[in-house]
């Protein structure tokens, strides 16, 4: 830990991939494990340039960067959780890959020119400001609920940030997938695959993954799903897989 500052209500907890170790907050919002399936999920290319939309701690471009990816921007507005994200990058050595920057990425004109990313990642809040008991905690709050941006600013400016051909993959809540296929359409975008993740066997989805194309077609693979649990309550063979502990 010498290598790492810790500030208050901040602890130290080991990512496992890459030896990486990742700064959170102990009274505030910690990434889940949406975020780890999500990195998982985005199909890395070669010369990828990839845009991370509200980064928090910085632990998707961290994922993504032991997964191969080589050039991310990671844009978050909240400034506490962007010195997080940077001390982050800058703690697990990956100042060549991941540039954090501490601002609203719905005024992403004033830092990039329109089609300067390949690939757009975003883990969004997943509830509307009009549903359910919103946190007294600034950050769980922005992190849960639509306060900041909305999915529809999530592809409006993937939209901008993307050449054409380019992919969003997003991580959501599966009972607004009919939302986030509208609105992938209204900015141009066709969802190409789809998989859905399950607590257990006979639960309803609860999430789900998709990627889009911008300017793809109709066609859409639905890929099988992804259970989380055993009915013991144990994670399953794939999620240890993923999580580094197989």
């Known amino acids: 830990m010498s290598n790492w500052i810790l500030k208050e209500n901040e602890r130290l907890d080991d990512l496992i991939r890459d030896g990486m170790k990742i700064i959170q907050r102990t009274d505030g919002f910690c990434f889940s494990i949406d975020s780890v399936l999500l990195a998982h999920y985005v199909s890395i290319k070669n010369k990828d340039k990839i845009a991370d939309l509200g980064t928090g701690t910085g632990i998707i471009p961290l994922l993504l960067s032991a997964l191969g990816a080589k050039d991310?921007?990671?844009?978050?507005?909240n400034p506490i959780m962007a010195?997080?994200?940077?001390?982050?990058?800058?703690?697990n050595k990956?100042?060549?890959?991941i540039k954090v920057l501490e601002c609203d990425y719905k005024k992403i004109k004033e830092y990039y020119p329109t089609g300067s990313f390949t690939s757009v990642v975003a883990n969004p809040p997943y509830r509307d400001?009009?549903?359910g008991k919103i946190s007294n905690k600034e950050a769980v709050a922005t992190?849960?609920?639509e306060i900041n941006a909305t999915i529809e600013d999530v592809f409006k400016t993937a939209q901008y940030l993307l050449k054409y051909g380019g992919r969003l993959?997003?991580?959501h809540r599966a009972d607004r997938l009919c939302d986030l296929i509208t609105y992938g359409r209204k900015y141009k975008m066709e969802a190409k695959r789809i998989r859905f993740i399950y607590a257990r066997k006979k639960h309803n989805a609860v999430r789900v993954l998709v990627e889009w194309k911008y300017g793809g077609n109709v066609e859409v693979t639905?890929?099988?799903?992804?259970f989380l649990h055993y009915?013991?309550?144990?994670?399953?063979e794939e999620v240890l897989s993923i999580y580094g502990k197989e």
Do not use: H, Q
Not at 72 to 77: K, R, V
């Open 72 to 77: 991310i921007a990671a844009f978050e507005i």
């Open 83 to 91: 010195d997080i994200a940077k001390r982050n990058v800058s703690g």
């Open 94 to 97: 990956k100042n060549d890959i």
């Open 129 to 131: 400001i009009k549903t």
């Open 143 to 145: 992190a849960c609920y």
């Open 169 to 171: 993959t997003m991580v």
């Open 222 to 226: 639905v890929e099988p799903p992804l």
């Open 231 to 236: 009915d013991d309550g144990a994670y399953t």
